[in-house]
């Protein structure tokens, strides 16, 4: 049945032929043939197909009424008669369900024969169930897809294949790629050998850093809040998040030292969140914003990259402001596949919580990079020349070390001071109005503090140690 049915016998064999003569939707030229179909068996579907050009056509099994479910595969005809075998499994059930060939979405000849459908025997069953690169089922696995490209760096290691056969009983060969790029072959033979399929997994090798970016400069450790890098000790970190429409970063090991690989999603966007115990950090003290980024690929028209730190100043998950740090991508591509480092000054914003960091990669023409790696994201300090303030407001601070209390003193009011520990958070925050005044510091752990202090809306900082 179907606008395609037209069957022709030549040389005492009959066969369908369909000539599609306009393109359009695959199912407005179809064959079919109305048949039983149990909801969760399988189906081996066997035809033999042929074209008069390279041309696709769209077969497997289906409803014959509303609401159409289907579970088909799209095969690659050619000139010459080939043998087709799916193995399809039903997720749908009916008596008035049916075979399916639909071959309106490309013009030419189809001819279609040898058509046969069975419920599988366990002991024909070569397909797969699983199939594992380094002990994660690779992207897009499907028991019927036999065919898989897999990202890795060229002369690298060759990644682990693991295949888990559907029948327990049915033998499994793997033959592994012996470089990058390369492939590594699945072999599974069903369990009366009467079936055989073969898996390919294919190392494509895919641009990346072989080297490490230029070390940091040494900072005071109070200077500087290591978001991600080894550089400056244990770092903040940074969280995947799910709200960045499957974007997603991984961290690998390059020339002896540690990068997040960022995996573009469906937006030119990704997200962290930062991943203390807290949730932020107060950045208020930091003037400036550091990144290296190695962008994969070449240039594309109108490339930026710009971080954007979130401020949540009440509730951590809304957002108060954003700090967007614009970068424009070099146009001469010099900035492409090779390590390139930021310093971004953060201006006047609030920041005194510093919740997420985004990264957003975007183009003229939309297009976005497949992969970004990064290392050592941080805030800092900016260190200053001229006049040292503290002696000018003539401010002191005394005992040094302190134990419980810390009398702060200055020549003018002194209007208000907070403490903050090293990691940025602050733990005192005290209003005073006046030149003199003594700070409880009992409940502070023994450390290094910095303490803020505001004169004549003129702001310094000095740091303080706590027995």
């Not at 395609?4 to 009959?14: H, K, Q, W």
């Not at 001071?417 to 409940?443: M, Q, W």
Request: charged share 15%; glycine share 8%; no cysteine.
């Amino acid at each position: 049945m179907g606008n395609a049915a037209n069957v022709v016998t030549e040389n005492n064999n009959s066969y369908n032929s369909a000539n599609v003569e306009t393109a359009g939707n695959a199912w407005d030229a179809s064959l079919s043939q109305v048949v039983s179909i149990t909801n969760g068996e399988t189906y081996t579907l066997k035809f033999d197909a042929w074209s008069d050009r390279s041309r696709t056509i769209v077969a497997g099994i289906g409803l014959n009424q509303d609401p159409w479910s289907s579970v088909v595969e799209t095969i690659t005809l050619s000139s010459t008669s080939q043998s087709y075998t799916l193995t399809l499994t039903a997720n749908f059930g009916n008596a008035n369900s049916r075979v399916i060939f639909d071959m309106g979405a490309a013009i030419g000849f189809v001819g279609i024969d040898n058509v046969s459908l069975q419920v599988l025997d366990t002991e024909d069953d070569a397909r797969l169930s699983d199939l594992q690169v380094d002990a994660t089922t690779i992207s897009g696995f499907s028991s019927e897809v036999t065919s898989y490209n897999y990202e890795a760096i060229a002369g690298g290691t060759v990644p682990t294949v693991t295949a888990t056969a559907s029948n327990v009983n049915a033998a499994i060969t793997i033959q592994p790629a012996t470089s990058i790029p390369g492939s590594t072959t699945i072999q599974v033979v069903s369990q009366n050998s009467n079936q055989t399929k073969t898996y390919t997994v294919s190392f494509v090798v895919v641009s990346a850093p072989t080297d490490a970016p230029n070390p940091p400069p040494t900072r005071n450790a109070w200077d500087v809040i290591s978001l991600y890098g080894e550089a400056y000790g244990t770092e903040i970190g940074l969280a995947n998040t799910t709200w960045d429409n499957g974007a997603d970063s991984e961290e690998l090991t390059i020339a002896s030292n540690k990068v997040l690989k960022v995996t573009n999603g469906t937006d030119q966007f990704i997200g962290f969140d930062i991943a203390n115990t807290d949730g932020f950090v107060n950045a208020t003290d930091m003037t400036h914003f550091h990144a290296d980024f190695w962008i994969v690929g070449d240039y594309i028209t109108g490339q930026t990259l710009n971080p954007t730190l979130s401020n949540h100043a009440g509730v951590i998950g809304t957002q108060t402001n954003g700090i967007v740090l614009p970068k424009a991508i070099a146009g001469d591509g010099s900035e492409n596949e090779t390590w390139v480092s930021v310093d971004l000054e953060i201006g006047t914003d609030d920041r005194e919580r510093i919740a997420q960091l985004l990264f957003t990669y975007s183009a003229a023409d939309g297009a976005t990079p497949d992969n970004i790696y990064f290392d050592n994201i941080y805030l800092y300090r900016a260190a200053t020349a001229g006049v040292d303030l503290n002696n000018l407001l003539d401010v002191s601070l005394s005992p040094v070390p302190a134990k419980n209390e810390l009398r702060i003193s200055a020549q003018d009011l002194i209007e208000n001071v907070t403490i903050y520990n090293i990691l940025g958070k602050r733990v005192v925050n005290a209003t005073i109005n006046k030149k003199e005044d003594v700070l409880d510091v009992s409940s502070l752990k023994t450390g290094v503090y910095i303490l803020k202090y505001t004169i004549n809306n003129a702001v310094g900082t000095m740091k303080f140690i706590k027995e």
